[in-house]
């Protein structure tokens, strides 16, 4: 892979060129379809009038309140949650060295929709509580499945399979709640453990800000020893990784991001699972990429939703919905494409 | 001292105790329920089928309760070491070839579209629900003798399922009568099983069965390693199609007859793992009865902890398979 070396005030850093390119074109399509998403919708606003509110100028009446109240919330959270859901399946399947890893997979998606099912059907709590009740599902199986895991150090694919476990007893418990409840709530319930972006506040879009604020940076700055713990725990730790330590650094910052993004919009399906592989395709990068399978997970949710909202005009279709058939026949066709030319490439 | 006795001969002995331990549950399968029926009196109408109450209740509730649970088991715990072994993945399960996904899409497009709403009217739509979606598997991830080839099987089948889980709920969502008989549909039962369906699935079943449990060598062959299983003369193409087919039948009946039942089909090959080692010619049987047994016993729970039934046997295959999954991962060094 062709690389290039950059020197500006005594520091130097290297990078590959065609992850980079490729990186450049998504943060492009992303901005694009950013632009695109704040114009559409029952009400539509032109781009100029978008661009004009968001610099401070007043727009015409009613336009205003659709757009600083609806609109902007709505497209800022899915671009959160998806960057948010992207990073942190990106760490988990590196983490867990499976390709199937997932905060689906690992259980805490599943937690965190048990809190939010506590919440609707047996505590009855508006939005805000739902919400945090997601996110203190997520913490706590987080917690559980790690110590559950632990013995003199925690493996990856101890970690994956301990989650699994714990994930299909609280799956189990979701489908109870589901089952047991009366028609209205389980469908108000089911909606949420789709994943929906409908009614999004500035709430959602702080809890979504803050994680990726904090959070992304964080792992960017981990990014070099996830790649290293790949090589296996006596490599990286003789190239000076502390392997444990490491490794449940990572760990909080995907359950985090994992956490955050559930709570702001619902178990969303399958991002965290298709960002990462299809970042990797796209960047055709090595190792793990954080920031593309980041831009990939926005890509995902935004066009998801945009696309739900233009062929289900009456916003009945939560966004989950959209996001497993995009990402699903996406990841497949590129599957397909990929391997029937390079048979001898390995996933 | 005594030497111990050789290997075969072990699991071999093993395997008769599993089989005892499963008719013993499919004994309390028949002892257990609501309406207490005496020890005797389930063995007396058990001889002779007299058509009194307790021969009622035996004979027409929970026997076929029974039969169905052991069938669904052996058949999930048999596809889902199947699928373990042929995607080397030590998480997966019939799940990821996108049969459950696959049946849903069946019996939703049968509720929606069709307007079926009996049970034995969804049977066959699940099935061909489950065939399509494996299909499409296959042509996208089944193709290559290289060694990327198992998780290649794996991600397609993740992605093929996410979009028929998709394309199904938004059937759902667009159509809250229909969410209402799906949203106990996925909920997956063996409660009140429907004898005729059953019947004719029995073959194809014992079918799947036999084929699945002729597939051990050629498993060991192929773990060894593409090439390695390629010079032993294993095609590995035909190997994927075969162990394709043999999960389709065994847990796509499964699915179509009881509902999607989760958790067996993965934690089943792990238990019998534990005991047998990775020979996949032993790993197959110990997963089918491990299989049986974990729904078996669900079910029962369930039975005795919610005689109202709404603790249906789905719920309780995790809830009684998770603890001791869980205790089997802390203990053991290597997963797969």
Known sequence: ?347 | MRRARSRPVRLAIGLLAAVALLLGCGVLSLLTGSEPVAFGDVLRVLVADDRSEPAIIVHDLRMPRTVVGICVGIALGLAGALMQSLTRNPIADPGVLGINAGAAFGVLVAIVGLGIGSFTGYVWFAFLGATLSTTLVYAIGGRGDDSGAPVRLALAGTAIGAALVSATEAMVFLDPKAFDEYRFWIVGDIAKPELGVVWQLLPFLLAGTVLALSLGPRLNAIALGEELGTALGVGLLRTRVLVGVSVLVLAGLATAAAGPIGFVGLAAPHLARAVTGPDQRWVLPYAGVFGAVLVLLADVVGRVVLPSGELRVAILTAIVGAPLFVALVRRRRAAA
């Open chain 1, 1 to 347: 892979m062709s690389t290039r070396t950059v020197r500006a005030a005594g520091l130097s850093a290297r990078y590959a060129t065609r992850p980079a390119t490729a990186s450049g074109l998504l943060a492009l399509l992303l901005l694009a379809l950013t632009g695109y998403a704040l114009t559409v919708g029952e009400l539509p606003i032109s781009l100029g009038e978008a661009l004009g509110m968001l610099a401070g100028e007043p727009g015409p009446s009613g336009v205003d309140y659709v757009f600083w109240t609806v609109r902007l919330p709505r497209v800022l959270t899915a671009l959160l949650v998806g960057a948010a859901l992207g990073v942190s399946g990106a760490i988990l399947q590196s983490l867990s060295r499976n390709p199937l890893g997932s905060p689906d997979v690992l259980g805490f998606a599943g937690g965190a929709a048990t809190g939010a099912l506590v919440q609707i059907l047996v505590l009855g709590g508006g939005a805000l509580a739902v919400a945090l009740s997601a996110l203190a599902g997520a913490f706590v199986t987080a917690a559980l499945v790690y110590l559950l895991a632990y013995r003199r150090g925690v493996p990856g694919h101890r970690l994956v399979l301990v989650g699994i476990g714990i994930g299909a007893l609280l799956m189990s418990l979701n489908r109870y709640l589901l089952v047991s409840a009366e028609v209205d709530d389980a469908f108000r319930a089911a909606v949420w453990l789709t994943g929906s972006l409908l009614d999004r506040t500035w709430d959602h879009v702080t809890i979504g800000t803050i994680a990726v604020a904090v959070l992304v940076p964080v792992a960017v700055l981990l990014l070099r020893r996830l790649s290293l713990l790949e090589l296996g725990d006596e490599l990286s730790t003789g190239l000076g990784v502390p392997v444990g330590q490491t490794r449940l650094q990572l760990f909080a910052v995907s359950v985090g991001l994992a956490g955050a993004a559930t709570a702001a919009a619902g178990p969303v399906a399958f991002v965290a699972l298709a960002a990462p592989h299809l970042a990797r395709r796209l960047l055709r990068s090595a190792g793990p990429s954080l920031v593309g399978s980041g831009l990939v997970g926005a890509v995902l949710l935004l066009g998801s939703d945009v696309a739900a909202q233009q062929l289900f005009p009456t916003g009945e279709l939560p966004v989950g919905v959209a996001t497993g058939v995009l990402g699903g026949v996406y990841l497949a066709t590129l599957l397909g494409r990929h391997w029937s030319r390079r048979p001898a490439a390995s996933g």
